[in-house]
């Protein structure tokens, strides 16, 4: 029997695409990668899915898991070959348990973002996991890619967010580790290797996370800042001042809100030409008014000490969906702009301006005219580095003619500056030849070798991570 068949047994035929439009599949986010797929597998439960591994083992063919398809380096669609199986895992979207007194929940690997939000919520608890793709992007995904978002600085990435995964193997066996358990130290730790994997080494197909006491009252604060010495040295102050309950920290340069500006100008900005804004969140589990004077306090000792030039609170939800909207609609906004080149970095808080001011100096060497989209989750010391082409010089001949020298450019910095050549968008197939120029020859060393422990045969995304000879 041949694999189409044998999907279509296992799935059923309305299951398995292979005709019509697949450019939701097979195109990046970005528009920049497109792949061809064999066909489009979508399984409804893990068994399922344990099958279709099973039967791509037999007739030795790659499977390329995909959740929402917002990742931003290309490792969720598949290779041009027209041979690997896109596997979507996106008909799995149960929420199966929330357990109040453990603060967990279990769901199913498809579950989009925002609903399991929405389900904590409707339990009168948290689960933290923010990010602008919330409306799209799958658990799944996440867990794949140790996504960060928002409120890494005070609940982590997704990977403290974990408690227990069930993954299919790539001899297609079930491991059933959704125990919800804080403490098992039985041994080697296997849900942190499938986390941050991007689909590498097995299928994640359900989680348990953790979830929080929702905090009494958040409050958003947007500030203008002359310059990011100073959005640093508000940082310190924030921490000093509110502690734990500093649980967001967004920088953005000026130009970087122009583009929301230009593209969305229903998203009016305060303080438009300020160079930097901060976007600053307070969750409190006091009271309203605690949490009002705690902020208020900190804005006024900003202004007083010059490292705040202005300063607005959210006095409403909305107001302060608002504001949060504009932070988050920068991609979108950057993506509307035309293709540039992206760089999603870390360096210890410390050195980033002195990283910054090197680099922006030496990029306008390098390309004069060049324009930055900076901004980034600062508190995590995660800055999204974007390089836009100057004014007069279309996209498409910039990136031709820039793109290698810019990335090696930004990243001898980021290596000179002691930082990650990615923060938390993963390696994927965009950053796949890049990652063995910057990364610890053993700890690569490693990592091919567990790869090839898990998947022997590389059926798992290959190419995507780290290459197998
Ligand atoms: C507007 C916008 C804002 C964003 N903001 C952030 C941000 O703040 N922080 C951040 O970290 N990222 C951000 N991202 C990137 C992206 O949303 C995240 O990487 C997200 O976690 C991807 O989830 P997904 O379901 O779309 O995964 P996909 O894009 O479908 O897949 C991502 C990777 O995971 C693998 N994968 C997917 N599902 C599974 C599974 N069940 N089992 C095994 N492997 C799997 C894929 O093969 C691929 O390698 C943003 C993207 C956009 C478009």
């Known amino acids: 029997m041949s694999l189409i068949s044998e999907l279509q047994t296992i799935l059923g035929t309305s299951h398995v695409l292979m005709k019509g439009d697949l450019s939701a599949f097979e195109l990046d986010w970005r528009k920049r990668s497109k792949g ?22 037999a007739h030795k063919t790659s499977i390329v898991p995909q959740g929402g398809n917002t990742g931003l ?33 279990t769901v199913q690997a498809g579950c989009v973002l925002q609903e399991i939000q929405e389900a904590a919520s409707h339990a009168g608890l948290l689960f933290p996991l923010s990010l602008g793709s919330e409306g799209s992007c799958t658990i799944g995904g996440n867990l794949s890619t140790n ?10 990435n997704t990977r403290e967010l974990c408690l ?26 296997l849900k942190n290797l499938f986390i941050g994997a991007e689909g590498t080494l097995g299928i994640i197909t359900a989680a348990t996370l953790k979830l929080y006491p929702k905090p009494l009252s958040t409050l958003t604060a947007w500030v203008a800042v002359d310059d990011l010495e100073r959005c640093v040295s508000l940082l310190t102050q924030s921490h000093q001042a509110l502690g734990a309950q500093l649980t967001g920290y967004e920088v953005m340069n000026q130009f970087s809100l122009s583009l929301v500006g230009k593209h969305i100008p229903q998203l009016a900005c305060p303080f438009p030409n300020s160079p930097w804004c901060v976007l600053l969140e307070l969750s409190d589990s006091e009271s309203q008014a605690h949490a009002s004077q705690q902020l208020e306090n900190l804005l006024s000792q900003a202004m007083e000490s010059g490292l705040a030039s202005n300063a607005i609170l959210a006095d409403s939800l909305q107001k302060a969906k608002h504001l949060w909207h504009i ?52 508190g995590d010391g995660n800055l999204h580095y974007n390089v836009q082409s100057p004014a007069h010089m279309p996209a498409s001949v910039f990136l031709e003619t820039f793109e290698d020298p810019v990335n090696t450019l930004v990243y001898q910095q980021v290596k000179h500056f002691g930082g990650s050549i990615s923060a938390e968008h993963g390696i994927g197939s965009l950053k796949v030849l890049t990652l063995p ?33």
């Open 437 to 469: 120029h910057y990364k610890d020859p053993i700890a690569l060393k490693m990592m091919r070798q567990i790869k090839v422990c898990l998947d022997p045969l590389n059926t798992f995304n290959p190419n995507r991570v780290v290459m197998i000879d």
């Open 147 to 156: 996504a960060g978002g928002t409120q890494v600085l005070r609940y982590g």
């Open 73 to 105: 380096v290309a490792g969720s669609i598949p290779d041009e070959s027209g041979q690997q199986v896109l596997l979507s895992l996106k008909r799995m979207r149960a929420i199966q348990a929330i357990d109040t007194a453990n603060l967990s929940i």
């Open 327 to 378: 932070r988050e609609s920068i991609t979108m906004a950057q993506a509307m702009e035309g293709l540039n080149i992206k760089n999603d970095i870390s360096l210890p808080v410390s050195s980033i301006t002195e990283f910054v001011r090197t680099t922006d100096h030496a990029l306008g060497q390098l390309v004069p005219g060049v324009q930055l989209v900076n901004f980034g989750h600062l």
């Open 36 to 57: 061809r797929a064999l066909c489009v597998a979508s399984p409804a439960n893990t068994q399922e899915v344990a099958q279709v591994v099973k039967a791509c083992v």
């Open 164 to 189: 227990g995964l069930e993954v299919v193997s790539a001899s297609g066996e079930i491991y059933s580790g959704l125990s919800g358990l804080r403490k098992d130290n039985t041994g080697y730790d």
